[in-house]
């Protein structure tokens, strides 16, 4: 349980290693780092981002290095690029339930979803 976030890489068919990635707590319009982390091969964390014990209700932001990810590759993107950081805000109201944000990618388009 706890809170966990995946990234799939849909331009190239794969997880999104190496994206980097900010985790925020918010308060309306305020934001505190939380922290900061690469993906790992498999385009995820290499731990929970809260586990059930720590996470608390409230709202958050994940924040996806889109643009550097695909400059890394190689990929030749427009400047300015089409995305350059995808920013998420949630919610949290279940701390006994796994909240998973995963984030489907390419240079044009992202989508998310509230995943198990």
């Known amino acids: 349980m706890g809170l966990s976030t995946h990234v799939l890489d849909t331009m190239h068919g794969g997880p999104a290693a190496g994206m980097e990635v900010a ?16 993906l790992n ?15 608390k209700v409230g709202t958050y932001r994940l924040v996806f290095d889109v643009a550097g990810y695909f400059k890394a590759l190689g990929v030749k993107l427009p400047e300015p690029n089409f995305l350059n950081k995808v920013s998420l ?14 984030l489907l990618v390419s240079p044009w388009s992202y989508s998310t979803y509230r995943g198990s």
Not at 89 to 102: K, R
């Open 23 to 38: 985790l925020y707590t918010t308060d309306g319009e305020a934001a505190t780092l939380v922290k900061r982390f690469t």
């Open 41 to 55: 091969s498999d385009g995820r964390s290499d731990g929970p981002l809260y586990d059930n014990n720590s996470l």
């Open 89 to 102: 805000d949630f919610g949290v109201a279940h701390t006994d339930q796994h909240y998973h944000v995963p």
